[in-house]
């Protein structure tokens, strides 16, 4: 069976936009692949956290994946910090890495630029991505696509060591989803939804009440036109609307168009607004079971006992093919 591994940052709720572009496509992924899914906490302290507020969010994160419907018998979910083979890997991919192929991250010139003082893990952070992919033999990473450029760069780590050393790691493929694959911030929808976004209204979290979820869906920037149809370049809004209905009812983005021929954006957004309350009050009521379980540490326990095992095993083949500790003699 194919191997999938993806992890999400714990910094704040998940937004709409993650669960249609990711927590979605791993629900259906689980039935057909072999699946790790990460809470990647130490990515998240590349920019300054506030403690409590971290532990909150990780333990939210894995609340709202396992309430969005992984199931803890078919993939394994756990937190990066409690496999330290992780970091292992990610200081041995460190060292195969080049500064200039950092430096060339675009998220790394997005949020270092202005600022006078840069953690150097926003420099460094990549190669430990790499090796989160890389410790569970994954074939396929799915992504949205402005994360292609570190699935790249994994993929060239994972080659370089291969040439360099010894064939340890396969060469992970990237999977960006067609449809739903990036949902746009409902205020700017040049700009991708964000849960970091200022502007509260941007963005819809996976916890936002009903009542909330239509506020911001009818006050979401289209044009003047009143017409729905899909077309990106010149109508962000209303595009962005219909990928996010489409994304979740299952109707195509065609059928739609002809379902609000000649009729106003009034009608069309309560509608768009109610789709997403039908998909995120199951989520949200199954959440509240979970938030303060002890299932939810049971089964995050055996999430990183699982993971550990198959990661520790990738992890003593890369530091043999280095040269890295003793090779113990067999005793007589």
């Given at each position: ?230 077309d990106k370049e010149n109508k962000p809004g209303i595009s962005n609307l219909l990928t996010i209905y489409s994304s979740c009812t299952g109707e ?62 990738t992890l003593r083949k890369a530091k043999k093919a280095m040269g890295l500790g003793r090779v113990k003699k067999k005793k007589k």
């Open positions: 069976m194919e191997v999938i591994f993806s992890g999400i940052q714990p910094s704040g709720t998940l937004t709409l936009g993650n669960y249609l572009g990711a927590l979605k496509q791993f629900v259906e992924l689980q039935d057909d692949y072999e699946c790790y899914f990460c809470i990647v906490d130490e990515h998240a302290i590349t920019v300054p956290q506030n403690r409590l507020e971290l532990r909150k969010n990780i333990r939210s994160l894995a609340a709202l994946y396992l309430a969005s419907g992984i199931d803890p018998k078919k993939a394994t979910l756990f937190i990066q910090s409690e496999v330290p083979a992780h970091t292992q890997l990610g200081w041995i991919m460190q060292s195969i890495s080049y500064i200039g192929e950092l430096e060339r991250m675009t998220q790394f010139k997005d949020k270092s630029q202005g600022k006078e003082a840069v953690s150097s893990a926003l420099l460094t952070y990549p190669p430990l991505m790499a090796a989160d992919i890389l410790l569970y033999q994954t074939n396929i990473v799915p992504v949205g696509d402005d994360q292609k450029q570190h699935l790249e760069l994994t993929r060239d780590l994972a080659q370089r060591f291969n040439n360099r050393y010894n064939e340890v790691f396969t060469i992970p493929e990237i999977r960006i989803p067609k449809v739903g694959a990036r949902i746009m911030s409902l205020q700017d929808p040049t700009k991708k939804m964000s849960k970091s976004d200022t502007n509260e209204r941007g963005f819809i979290s996976m916890l936002d009440e009903p009542k909330r979820i239509e506020k911001k869906i009818k006050s979401a920037v289209t044009d003047s036109d009143g017409v729905v149809k899909y195509s983005i065609e059928s739609l168009e002809a379902k609000y021929e000649g009729k106003g954006y009034g009608e069309f957004k309560q509608d768009v607004a109610n789709a997403v309350i039908q998909v995120l009050q199951p989520i949200q009521e199954r959440y509240k079971e979970l938030i303060d379980s002890d299932m939810l540490d049971d089964i995050l326990d055996e999430g990183a006992e699982k993971a550990a095992y198959v990661a520790n095993k």
